[in-house]
């Protein structure tokens, strides 16, 4: 510590020894903090030390990994002796369950716990239902399970018996039920197995002569084992039937309680008698309230002794509050700061030591996993790929292993084993192994990656794992070996992760498969000369040599391309440039499905389009080094500035710049005349004639065209003290630049005028924000003091203060029409004030630290923030959404701007570069307005023109360029929920929320006809035209299917037509509902399954096969030959339905949303499938391959309909009350795609990069 504090002193020294005061203004902290954090008596908290090192210039990145391992150093320093048993008796257990024996541990469920006991009593068959992480095992194990023993204390053998199904659910319930019953566990499995009905008449056996009060308490958690790891559906069934029977039965004496995981629900109502079961008895676990969650915290530790720090316990239940899932990742990080303790203290330096609750398991695993050595890490990546069970439509599950699959004569497996166990990362049972919690499947970024990669092959290996462990529980039968495409499919597939007992079964079915091949070849014997014979088996030998050389390097290329596709996808979401650089790779080095699909992702990610350096410098310190120090984009947008320090003097260099082709040369340069002044921000007027910049030294202003014309005499220049974080701000016109100041001041200068500025005062502590209102009326500035204050320039008075931000405002910025102000803080959020009201600023999002800048863009409809976390982020100021990330700087970001046409945004930072991004991962963007509040229904007219309809309760026909104003229809008043265009665009049709429908002519937008009035309870879903525009088809909730007659080329009303005959019971239920192009078919979910129906033929109904239980949302591709579907679990499947007398099974695209797919639709040559999901990302599908899809997610709104446009375009509606219309890069022909992927690097891979990743492909 002592030598850290000394390193932190040096850094300062390097600088030129500012004042703490003046190190105070650049970090935001007191100079009081800052001195103590250099003063060695205790270890600074990790954000003090991040803005101390910001401040001085370093390294934040090397000093947080250098803070981190002084921690930890401090925390082993005050460790107990006797560490080794030290987890054992700490008050949190990590990812581990409670169990019975931890109910003195178990806070905070107090009320679940006593109501799941009244249920109990209440009822005998119960489901416990919850997602992953929600606390469920715990619940159930130290909360139920340790209460009804309670209540049953006087018993020597309370009848509570917990256990979870496994792969063997019949002799998992054997075991743990041989005790209680009194006989051998295999005596019982046979019973349970020969008739399910025997479990309930063992337990009436055991209790018989007890209490009539005392029942068997059976609590089957991790149900959902039962789905994931048990493969035998016949033993599936019959062991729901023995729990269903055991408590349903008139003389039951046994009481069943199912902990299942929520996504699970699906799968147990497949079974007719368990969903009957659990039909009203079911309790749904969700995340703990505010109380109940400080109780978890504080209970265990003040239990034993120790105690939280105030400030910890806020920014734990700060962190975890209302989340999802988050509770095996508080009690991880629990854990692990608890063992960074200091003596009895819980602390904030422990857990920021520890990474924080998002980072504290993820650091955990990566560090055990990089104290292994080469060998061992391949072991561990193999542990954990048998460790987990894929999801199939679920999340991927753990999964409980027997140890025999482990290679245990091995001393490093039981080294790694070991090691992964004492991190508390796996479990060692007796003679089984399993992941701790499933959250380390959901957060170890690492873990993700193994298991994103080869997928298919990973189910390969379990499958084979599931045969081989069958064929040798029957003695190795012949007849279960593998044959034909189960074991074709293992050819040329690498066997090196295979453990013995699978290679001898692999190696077992090759055998007998070549025994049979030569049994069935007829022997047929050659002569052939000697010499001839030797030249053909030379020949042969040869061709042989080379096809295999050919084939171990096809196959080395493949297992190179497969890690590289691995490590681009880990990047994307770090460093998106290097990320494209490794995609590019991979697809150069071997082209394949995976390769393409991750460099189309990487380029659609890669938002960088020109990085600018100073390079000619080879000084490294930080106080003199070369450096881009600012950026600016002319307001004509032909130029960008940017300030430039070169070791010696600060400059501006005017370089050309255009959308196409990015920045030019260097073509003036304009230095001042105080020799080692460096310039910050260049700043230009709204009107385009002035520029000025702040610089250490002083303040300058040109006279723009005067630049351009090559006089680089500044028209002003004022000698006052500026500062890397100081603002300075134009008004309107130009006439006047505002400055803050470290005495608290804002100081108003008139370029044309003298040397006696405007002075206001009001701040207490530097001022670092300012800006003008667009009419300049208004100035804006945000300070040390953590306040806004809005000046008014008209009349004088006292400013307004906004108090909000809990700490320094380090940047403000007037929306474009001057009705609201958004603000950047040092406590890492960007919030935005609708200076209309009085009400506390919302709260756009947050920085991982603190926010250094923010900006408008010109059009108000976009707003940038950067911040000490490296990344610039642009927001939606119209909508609380997620921000688009820019990522690819290596240090805290100062300052960004906009371009004139919002399109991209320059922005400098502390390594020294300016970058220029693109902000949106998609082409030609045009953005139609108009609708207030979400537009829910979009549909493309042939005639070119778009028919929106939203929850404003208007119609609209826009033009697709957007240079006119759009046709907003008459007479409709409801939301918008579906809208309908003719072929011939010649009519359009709405349906309304209330379930009323009208038509319009388009050549007669002012009288609508109303076809269907609201009908409460049989509202009108979905309105289709047929194929020549004459009949418009409606469905409703009712029996009746309603066509009416809408002649196009007639001025007739409308008539409505009733069609003879019911339609198939079932159908007006159905809630998803699919139209075929023409209007001819609808596709249903009905019962489970999907149903077509012709409405030509009503008493016609196709059940399509497959599971649609889960179906959400239905669409026919444009020739009606294939039907797609999506689930709520994310997945999304297609039917082949081109003969509908024999449709085969769905094929389920590969990858999926998170969470349910809310719209799905085809592209016009149904080459392409385009999804959205309430996961707020447009997905876009190839339809021809199994390849990964597109993920788009930079609208910064949430997409609700999707369509596709002529031209290769593509047009969302969004929640903000945008249409948004657009062309997608990196979904081209893969030429133009690597085209493009070429267009977006700055950069090669550095020499340490390639050896890094490209290592093995040499």
């Known amino acids: 510590m002592v030598r850290f504090a000394r390193d932190l002193r040096q850094l300062?020294?390097?600088?030129?020894?500012?004042?703490?005061?003046?190190?105070?203004?650049?970090?935001?902290?007191?100079?009081?903090?800052?001195?103590?954090a250099a003063g060695g008596r205790k270890l600074p908290t990790l954000s003090v030390t991040v803005a101390y090192v910001a401040a001085c210039g370093g390294d934040t990145a090397e000093w947080a990994t250098r803070w981190r391992a002084v921690a930890a150093e401090l925390a082993a320093a005050n460790a107990e002796p006797s560490s080794t048993n030290d987890q054992a008796r700490a008050p949190y257990l990590g990812l581990a369950a409670f169990e019975r024996e931890d109910a003195d541990r178990f806070f905070g469920r107090d009320e679940l716990v006593a109501d799941l006991a009244n249920r109990v009593h209440q009822y005998r068959f119960l489901g416990v239902f919850g997602p992953s992480g929600c606390g469920k095992s715990s619940v159930l194990r130290a909360g139920l399970a340790a209460h009804l023993t309670a209540e049953h204390k006087q018993d020597n053998d309370a009848p509570v018996v917990v256990f979870t199904p496994g792969h063997r659910p019949l002799e998992e319930c054997a075991v743990h039920l041989a005790q209680l019953l009194g006989a051998a566990p295999g005596t019982l499995r046979d019973e349970f197995s020969e008739d399910p009905r025997n479990l309930h008449l063992r337990i009436r056996q055991a209790v018989t002569g007890t209490a009539a009060e005392t029942d068997v308490v059976l609590i089957v958690d991790q149900f959902e084992e039962l789905f994931t790891l048990c493969a035998d559906e016949s033993q599936r069934a019959r062991f729901i039937d023995a729990l269903v029977t055991a408590a349903t039965d008139p003389a039951s004496r046994a009481r069943v309680v199912l902990g299942?995981?929520?996504?699970?629900?699906?799968?147990?109502?497949?079974?007719?008698?368990?969903?009957?079961?659990?039909?009203?008895?079911?309790?749904?676990?969700?995340?703990?309230?505010?109380?109940?969650?400080?109780?978890?915290?504080?209970?265990?530790?003040?239990?034993?002794?120790?105690?939280?720090?105030?400030?910890?316990?806020?920014r734990l239940v700060g962190d975890a509050a209302r989340q999802a899932g988050m509770l095996p990742l508080v009690s991880h990080a629990l854990l692990q700061t608890w063992l960074r303790r200091q003596g009895a203290v819980m602390t904030v330096a422990g857990y920021e030591a520890v990474g924080g609750i998002e980072h504290a398991l993820a650091r955990?695993?990566?560090?055990?996993?990089?104290?292994?050595?080469?060998?061992?890490?391949?072991?561990?990546?193999?542990?954990?790929?048998?460790?987990?069970?894929?999801?199939?439509?679920?999340?991927?599950?753990?999964?409980?292993?027997?140890?025999?699959?482990f290679d245990l004569d091995d001393p490093d497996t039981a080294v790694v084993l070991d090691t992964l166990a004492r991190a508390r990362l796996i479990t060692l049972g007796d003679d089984s192994v399993e992941i701790a919690h499933e959250a380390l499947i959901r957060?170890?970024?690492?873990?993700?990656?193994?298991?994103?990669?080869?997928?298919?092959?990973?189910?390969?290996?379990?499958?084979?794992?599931?045969?081989?462990?069958?064929?040798?529980?029957?003695?190795?039968?012949?007849?279960?070996?593998?044959?034909?495409?189960?074991?074709?499919?293992?050819?040329?597939?690498?066997?090196?992760?295979?453990?013995?007992?699978?290679?001898?079964?692999?190696?077992?079915?090759?055998?007998?498969?070549?025994?049979?091949?030569?049994?069935?070849?007829?022997?047929?014997?050659?002569?052939?000369?000697?010499?001839?014979?030797?030249?053909?088996?030379?020949?042969?030998?040869?061709v042989v040599a080379l096809v295999m050389a050919t084939r171990a390097d096809d196959q080395r290329k493949l297992a190179v391309?497969?890690?590289?596709?691995?490590?681009?996808?880990?990047?994307?979401?770090?460093?998106?440039?290097?990320?494209?650089?490794?995609?590019?790779?991979?697809?150069?080095?071997?082209?394949?499905?995976?390769?393409?699909?991750?460099?189309?992702?990487?380029?659609?990610?890669?938002?960088?389009?020109?990085?600018?350096?100073?390079?000619?410098?080879?000084?490294?310190?930080?106080?003199?080094?070369?450096?881009?120090?600012?950026?600016?984009?002319?307001?004509?947008?032909?130029?960008?500035?940017?300030?430039?320090?070169?070791?010696?003097?600060g400059m501006l260099q005017v370089r050309a710049w255009d959308a196409e082709h990015g920045v030019g040369p260097a073509t003036q340069t304009l230095r001042v005349e105080w020799k080692g002044t460096k310039l910050w921000n260049p700043v230009f007027s709204p009107d385009g004639r002035r520029i000025a910049v702040l610089g250490s030294e002083g303040l300058w202003v040109w006279d723009w065209e005067q630049v351009l014309a090559g006089r680089a005499q500044p028209m002003m220049s004022r000698r006052i003290r500026g500062d890397w974080r100081d603002k300075i701000a134009f008004s309107s016109d130009g006439q006047r630049v505002a400055s803050g100041s470290d005495d608290g001041t804002v100081r108003i200068w008139n370029p044309a005028g003298d040397d006696h500025p405007a002075v206001l005062h009001g701040h207490d502590g530097s001022v670092y924000g300012v800006a003008f209102s667009r009419d300049g009326k208004w100035l804006a500035s945000g300070g040390e003091d953590g306040t806004i204050r809005l000046w008014n320039l008209a009349d004088g008075g006292s400013p307004a203060v906004l108090r909000g931000h809990e700490g320094s405002v380090t940047g403000v910025a007037f929306s474009p029409d001057g009705l609201h102000l958004a603000s950047a803080g040092a406590d890492g959020t960007v919030r935005m004030w609708d200076l209309t009201r009085t009400a506390d600023a919302v709260v756009?999002?947050?920085?991982?630290?603190?926010?250094?800048?923010?900006?408008?863009?010109?059009?108000?409809?976009?707003?940038?923030?950067?911040?000490?976390?490296?990344?610039?982020?642009?927001?939606?100021?119209?909508?609380?959404?997620?921000?688009?990330?820019?990522?690819?700087?290596?240090?805290?970001?100062?300052?960004?701007?906009?371009?004139?046409?919002?399109?991209?945004?320059?922005?400098?930072?502390?390594?020294?570069?300016?970058?220029?991004?693109?902000?949106?991962?998609?082409?030609?963007?045009?953005?139609?307005?108009?609708?207030?509040?979400?537009?829910?229904?979009?549909?493309?007219?042939?005639?070119?023109?778009?028919?929106?309809?939203?929850?404003?309760?208007?119609?609209?026909?826009?033009q697709v360029s957007g240079s006119h104003a759009p046709i907003v229809l008459a007479g409709n008043t409801a939301p918008v929920v579906d809208v309908a265009v003719s072929p011939t665009g010649r009519q359009v049709a709405a349906v309304n929320e209330d379930g009323s429908v009208n038509i319009w002519k388009t050549d007669n937008p002012a009288a609508p006809t109303r076809l269907w009035e609201p009908h409460p309870g049989n509202p009108m879903l979905q309105v289709a035209f047929s194929a020549d525009g004459n009949r418009l088809a409606g469905i409703n909730m009712g029996p009746t299917r309603y066509i009416w007659s809408t002649p196009e080329t007639s001025s007739a009303e409308p008539l409505a037509v009733v069609v003879d005959g019911q339609a198939p019971i079932g159908v007006w239920t159905a809630s998803v509902v699919g139209w075929s192009s023409d209007g001819r078919r609808i596709a249903v979910v009905m019962n489970q399954t999907v149903m077509l129906w012709d409405l030509d033929v009503p008493s016609s109904l196709t059940a399509l096969p497959g599971d649609a239980s889960r179906t959400k949302t239905l669409a026919f591709s444009r020739d009606d030959d294939h039907l797609a579907g999506g689930d709520d679990d994310g997945t999304v499947h297609i039917w082949n339905i081109a003969d509908p007398a024999n449709v085969p099974g769905p094929v389920a695209l590969h990858g999926r949303h998170q969470g349910a797919v809310t719209k799905v639709t085809f592209s016009q040559d149904g080459r392409q499938l385009a999804t959205i999901g309430i996961d707020a990302t447009v997905r876009i599908w190839k339809t021809i391959?199994?390849?990964?899809?597109?993920?788009?997610?930079?609208?910064?709104?949430?997409?609700?309909?999707?369509?596709?446009?002529?031209?290769?375009?593509?047009?969302?509606?969004?929640?903000?009350?945008?249409?948004?219309?657009?062309?997608?890069?990196?979904?081209?022909?893969i030429a133009e795609v690597l085209a493009q992927a070429n267009r977006h690097v700055t950069r090669d891979l550095t020499a340490e990069e390639r050896q890094r990743y490209l290592a093995s492909s040499r």
């Open 561 to 649: 391309g497969r890690q590289l596709v691995a490590d681009a996808r880990a990047q994307l979401q770090v460093d998106p440039e290097l990320g494209l650089l490794l995609a590019r790779e991979a697809y150069n080095m071997a082209p394949s499905e995976d390769t393409e699909a991750v460099l189309r992702q990487a380029t659609a990610n890669s938002h960088i389009r020109t990085t600018l350096a100073e390079s000619s410098s080879t000084i490294t310190n930080y106080a003199e080094r070369a450096a881009l120090t600012g950026a600016a984009f002319s307001p004509d947008g032909k130029h960008v500035v940017t300030s430039d320090f070169d070791g010696e003097d």
């Open 844 to 958: 756009l999002g947050r920085h991982d630290s603190g926010v250094l800048d923010v900006a408008y863009s010109l059009d108000g409809h976009s707003i940038a923030s950067t911040g000490n976390d490296s990344t610039v982020e642009i927001w939606n100021p119209d909508r609380s959404a997620a921000p688009t990330v820019l990522r690819g700087h290596r240090g805290a970001v100062w300052s960004a701007a906009f371009s004139p046409d919002g399109r991209s945004v320059a922005s400098v930072a502390d390594d020294g570069t300016a970058k220029i991004w693109d902000i949106d991962e998609v082409d030609d963007l045009t953005v139609l307005r108009g609708h207030q509040g979400r537009v829910l229904s979009v549909a493309a007219s042939p005639d070119g023109r778009l028919v929106s309809g939203g929850q404003d309760g208007t119609v609209r026909i826009w």
């Open 12 to 36: 300062r020294e390097k600088v030129g020894r500012p004042t703490y005061r003046e190190l105070g203004a650049r970090a935001h902290y007191s100079a009081a903090a800052l001195s103590e």
């Open 1185 to 1229: 391959d199994t390849s990964e899809p597109l993920v788009l997610n930079g609208f910064r709104a949430a997409a609700l309909v999707v369509a596709f446009l002529t031209g290769g375009r593509y047009v969302t509606a969004h929640d903000d009350g945008t249409i948004r219309i657009w062309r997608c890069p990196a979904c081209g022909p």
């Open 443 to 542: 957060h170890w970024p690492r873990l993700r990656t193994w298991l994103a990669d080869d997928r298919d092959g990973h189910r390969l290996h379990r499958r084979l794992t599931e045969a081989a462990a069958e064929w040798d529980r029957h003695e190795r039968e012949a007849g279960l070996l593998y044959r034909g495409a189960r074991l074709d499919a293992w050819e040329g597939r690498p066997i090196d992760r295979l453990n013995d007992l699978e290679r001898t079964f692999l190696t077992a079915s090759r055998d007998a498969a070549e025994r049979e091949r030569r049994a069935r070849r007829r022997r047929v014997r050659f002569t052939v000369g000697g010499l001839s014979t030797a030249v053909v088996v030379v020949t042969v030998l040869a």
């Open 260 to 314: 299942v995981r929520a996504d699970f629900l699906e799968h147990c109502g497949r079974h007719h008698r368990l969903a009957s079961a659990l039909y009203d008895t079911q309790v749904l676990v969700g995340p703990m309230r505010t109380d109940e969650l400080r109780q978890a915290i504080v209970g265990p530790a003040e239990q034993a002794g120790y105690r939280l720090e105030t400030a910890l316990v806020a």
């Open 364 to 405: 955990t695993a990566e560090q055990t996993y990089q104290a292994l050595d080469t060998g061992q890490q391949i072991l561990a990546h193999e542990i954990f790929l048998r460790l987990t069970a894929l999801g199939e439509g679920t999340e991927d599950t753990k999964r409980r292993t027997a140890r025999q699959e």
